[in-house]
C-alpha cells in the first residue's frame, strides 16, 4: 500500500504516506519531529485543518513538505489514494469516530491520539481495524511521550498485572505540586492556562474526567479488562487547600491525583481522584507535567514508567514511534480483553477534613456518625491558629470500604455545624516488598 522511491543510489525503497488530521499543537509538533528525524520512507502528503490558511502560516509549517496538500475538506484526506496512514490529532468522539471508520474502511491504516476515543469506542475500532488487515495504534493516548502502552503491551505481556496505578494527568500533577510548594490552587490554574497545560475549561482535566478514560485504556492492556469509563468514580481536585498539604505532611504525605485500578475477584475495583499519597512512594515523587505508572505483575513485580506526559514534543514523539512502527510493519501484541464490571468501592484508609462552627460534642458526633456504618478512626489532627467560627480538622480512619464510608460522611455532612461538605481523600497505601 505503501508508494515508492528512488533513494540516489538507483534502488527503490517504500515510503508510507501520512494523512494528518489537525496541525494545532501536537500536530505541527509531529512534523517538526519527522522532518529532524531525517526519515525518507516517512512523508506527510495531505493535512486536513480547519482555517487551513491560518495553519499554513504557522511557524512548524516550514516542516511540512512543499507539495503537501492542505485542505479544509477531510474526505481529501480519508479517500486519498496517496494516503497509506491517517494521523489524527485532533481529539473527541464525534465526528472522529465516523472519520477514522472510514478511513480503516478504505485500508488505510490509524494512529491517533485520542484517549475519549480508545477508552469510550476503542473494542469495536479494533475489531474493524483486523477485519481490514490494518493497525490502529494509539501510544500516544496515554502519558505523552512515555512509552507506557508499548512497555505494557509488548515488554509486559508474559506477566499478569494485578494493578495499575499512578499519575496519568499532566495540568493536575502540574497543579498539586505547585501547590505542595505554596501556590494557591486559582493562582496556579491560571498560570496552566497561560502556559498551556490546562484549557479555558479545566473540568476535563481537573474534575478527573481526562484521566478515567486514559485509567480504562491501560485496564484494558494491562489487567485485560474492558471497563466503563462512566463506572469509575472519578472525584475533582478543586477542592483540595494548602490546609491539606499541611495534614498531608504531617503524616507523612502528599496529595497528588491518582489513577488506580486493580483486580479485585471477577471485577475490577478503580478509582481516580486526589489521594494521600506516602512520600516514600515512587507517585510522590512526580511534580510538574511528569507522569508516572507504576505496574504490580505477579512475576514480575513492581515496574514504573516516568516521564513528561504533555506538551506537543513529547506526545508527537509516541505518534512518531506508531509511525514509524506502521512503516516497518511491526505488529503490536493484542491481547484479549473481556468486559468487566468496576467494584462499587475499595478497602484503605482514608483522609476526612472537616470545617465547622466550633461547639462541644462535634467529634462526639462525627464518631458516632462513622460508627454507625462499622468505620473505625485512626487519628484526629488539628492544628492551631484557626478561630472557633471556621475551624478545619482532620480525621484518619482505618482500613475500610469506601462505598460505605460515602454512606457515613454524607449523614455528616447533613450535621448543622459543618459550615462546607467534608472532604474524603484514600490513603495510598504502600505494599511492602514481596519476599518470597
Keep these: 500500500m ?13 515510503v508510507l504516506r501520512v494523512g494528518l488530521l489537525g496541525f494545532g499543537t501536537v500536530g505541527s509538533s509531529f512534523a517538526e519531529v519527522l522532518a529532524a528525524s531525517g526519515a525518507q520512507d516517512v512523508r506527510i502528503t495531505h493535512i486536513f ?22 485542505t ?70 496515554v502519558a505523552g511521550g512515555v512509552p507506557v502502552i508499548p512497555g505494557m503491551s509488548q515488554g509486559l505481556s508474559g506477566d499478569q498485572i494485578t494493578r495499575i496505578s499512578g ?34 475549561d479545566p473540568s476535563a482535566d481537573v474534575d478527573g ?49 491518582v489513577s488506580r485500578a486493580q483486580i479485585d475477584g471477577d471485577r ?15 507517585i510522590a515523587w512526580s511534580h510538574g507535567t511528569q507522569n508516572m505508572v507504576v505496574t504490580s505483575g505477579r512475576f514480575g513485580g513492581d515496574v514504573v514508567f516516568s516521564g513528561h506526559g504533555a506538551g506537543g514534543h513529547p506526545t508527537a514523539v509516541a505518534v512518531m514511534s506508531d509511525v514509524r512502527a506502521v512503516a516497518e510493519d511491526s ?11 468496576v467494584s462499587g468501592g475499595v478497602i ?28 473505625n478512626i485512626d487519628s484526629i489532627l488539628q492544628h492551631r491558629g484557626f478561630g472557633g467560627d471556621r475551624l478545619p480538622f482532620v480525621v484518619t480512619t482505618e482500613p475500610c470500604n469506601s462505598a460505605t464510608l460515602d454512606k457515613a460522611i454524607a449523614e455528616i455532612g447533613t450535621m448543622d455545624f459543618m459550615l462546607e461538605p467534608p472532604l474524603c481523600l484514600q490513603i495510598l497505601v504502600v505494599d511492602d516488598p514481596d519476599t518470597d
Design 72 to 141: 479544509e475538506r477531510v474526505e481529501d484526506v480519508l479517500e486519498a489514494a496517496d494516503v497509506d496512514v491517517v494521523v489524527e490529532l485532533m481529539g473527541g468522539l464525534d465526528p472522529i469516530e465516523g472519520w477514522l471508520r472510514s478511513a480503516l474502511n478504505a485500508g488505510k491504516h490509524v494512529v491517533t491520539a485520542n484517549k475519549q476515543l480508545i477508552a469510550y469506542r476503542g473494542a469495536a475500532l479494533f475489531e474493524l481495524a483486523a477485519s481490514k488487515g490494518v493497525q490502529l495504534l494509539y501510544g500516544a493516548a
Design 2 to 14: 505503501t508508494a515508492e522511491q528512488e533513494n540516489g543510489n538507483g534502488t527503490t525503497e517504500k
Design 268 to 282: 475490577i475495583s478503580a478509582r481516580v481522584g486526589p489521594m494521600l499519597v506516602p512520600k516514600n512512594s515512587p
Design 209 to 257: 474526567f481526562d484521566a478515567r478514560a486514559k485509567l480504562c485504556i491501560l485496564a484494558r492492556i494491562a489487567l485485560r479488562a474492558e471497563i466503563n469509563p462512566e463506572e469509575v468514580p472519578a472525584q475533582s481536585i478543586s477542592q483540595i487547600s494548602a490546609v491539606d498539604f499541611a495534614y498531608a505532611k504531617e503524616l507523612g504525605c502528599t496529595v497528588r491525583q
Design 167 to 200: 499519575i496519568v494527568n499532566g495540568t493536575c500533577n502540574f497543579i498539586l505540586s505547585s501547590m505542595e510548594a505554596g501556590a494557591d490552587y486559582e493562582e496556579v490554574l491560571k498560570t496552566a492556562q497561560k502556559l498551556g497545560y490546562a484549557e479555558a
Design 49 to 70: 485543518n480547519r482555517d487551513v490558511e491560518r495553519k499554513r502560516s504557522h511557524a512548524r509549517a516550514r516542516f511540512v513538505p512543499a507539495d503537501a496538500v492542505w
Design 331 to 341: 505488529h503490536a501484541v493484542r491481547l484479549p480483553a473481556k468486559k468487566v464490571e
Design 348 to 375: 484503605a484508609p482514608h483522609y476526612l477534613r472537616f470545617v465547622v462552627a466550633d461547639r462541644p460534642g462535634i467529634v462526639a458526633a462525627i464518631a458516632g456518625a462513622l460508627a454507625k456504618f462499622g468505620v
